[in-house]
């Protein structure tokens, strides 16, 4: 219990002082679409934005990738199929195609669903970073338009934690504690992975969850 209390605050410490980065974050993102690699582009989690996932961004731009955001996307407080149709309005609006996703927890389900309608098939594929496939108790202790639907069970979350052929281009990582996630984040027929890494946030900084989001990379499209 002690060890859960201290890796709940450790999460916590660590997300607090990158949102207190994020006031040093430029005020566009633009530069880190810039390069000659393959294309990535990240999803924030529900009131997370883009500069929240600096973390991820900085270390794959200084590889070569490009990375965009979804301006759009906000603060992540809008429906999990609005989010899904901005990601696919930027994808057609500057043409991308032989996409990565990179989505941290609500971040996944809107990647999923985007994958669901890739009419297109401009997404190769997408790796969720603590997602709620099957949504999260945790939910239900606060009750706001943009977390309800997170709730197990809710009418937009059945789809997204079901089997699908899409599931096969997913990497799942889960974590061997997560405070936000206590159901876990397996997905099936995705590659699924359990990381020791402990807490909702911190995995985004992690050497780990970087170095899987390079394999999926650097995998043959």
């Given at each position: 219990?002690?060890r859960?209390?201290?890796?709940?605050?450790?999460?916590?410490?660590?997300?607090?002082l990158?949102?207190?980065?994020?006031?040093?974050?430029?005020?566009?993102?633009?530069?880190?679409?810039?390069?000659?690699?393959?294309?990535?582009?990240?999803?924030?989690?529900?009131?997370?934005?883009?500069?929240?996932?600096r973390?991820?961004?900085?270390p794959?731009?200084?590889?070569?990738?490009?990375?965009?955001?979804?301006?759009?996307l906000?603060h992540?407080?809008?429906?999990?199929?609005?989010?899904?149709?901005m990601?696919?309005?930027?994808?057609?609006?500057?043409?991308?195609?032989?996409?990565?996703?990179?989505?941290?927890s609500k971040?996944?389900?809107?990647?999923?669903?985007?994958?669901?309608?890739?009419?297109?098939?401009?997404?190769?594929?997408?790796?969720?970073?603590?997602?709620?496939?099957?949504?999260?108790?945790?939910?239900?202790?606060?009750?706001?338009?943009?977390?309800?639907?997170?709730?197990?069970?809710?009418?937009?979350l059945?789809?997204?934690?079901?089997p699908?052929?899409?599931?096969?281009?997913?990497?799942?990582?889960?974590?061997?504690?997560?405070?936000?996630?206590?159901?876990?984040?397996?997905?099936?027929?995705?590659?699924?992975?359990v990381?020791?890494?402990?807490?909702?946030?911190?995995?985004?900084?992690?050497?780990?969850?970087?170095?899987?989001?390079?394999?999926?990379?650097?995998?043959?499209?």
């Open positions: 219990m002690l859960m209390a201290m890796w709940w605050a450790l999460d916590y410490l660590w997300a607090a990158v949102w207190a980065s994020t006031l040093f974050a430029p005020p566009t993102p633009d530069h880190y679409a810039e390069g000659s690699g393959r294309t990535v582009v990240v999803l924030p989690g529900v009131y997370e934005n883009w500069a929240f996932l973390p991820l961004i900085v794959l731009h200084r590889r070569g990738y490009r990375v965009h955001v979804v301006a759009a906000g992540n407080r809008s429906p999990i199929a609005d989010g899904a149709v990601v696919l309005d930027l994808l057609a609006a500057r043409d991308l195609r032989d996409v990565v996703l990179v989505g941290h971040g996944g389900l809107i990647g999923k669903l985007a994958m669901l309608h890739d009419a297109d098939g401009r997404i190769s594929s997408l790796v969720t970073i603590c997602t709620p496939f099957h949504g999260s108790s945790r939910a239900r202790l606060l009750p706001l338009p943009s977390v309800t639907p997170l709730v197990p069970g809710h009418p937009s059945v789809a997204l934690g079901d699908d052929p899409v599931n096969a281009r997913i990497t799942s990582l889960g974590t061997t504690f997560d405070e936000h996630v206590p159901e876990g984040s397996e997905l099936p027929g995705a590659r699924n992975l990381l020791d890494v402990p807490g909702h946030f911190r995995p985004l900084g992690h050497p780990s969850v970087l170095a899987e989001v390079l394999a999926v990379l650097e995998a043959t499209p």
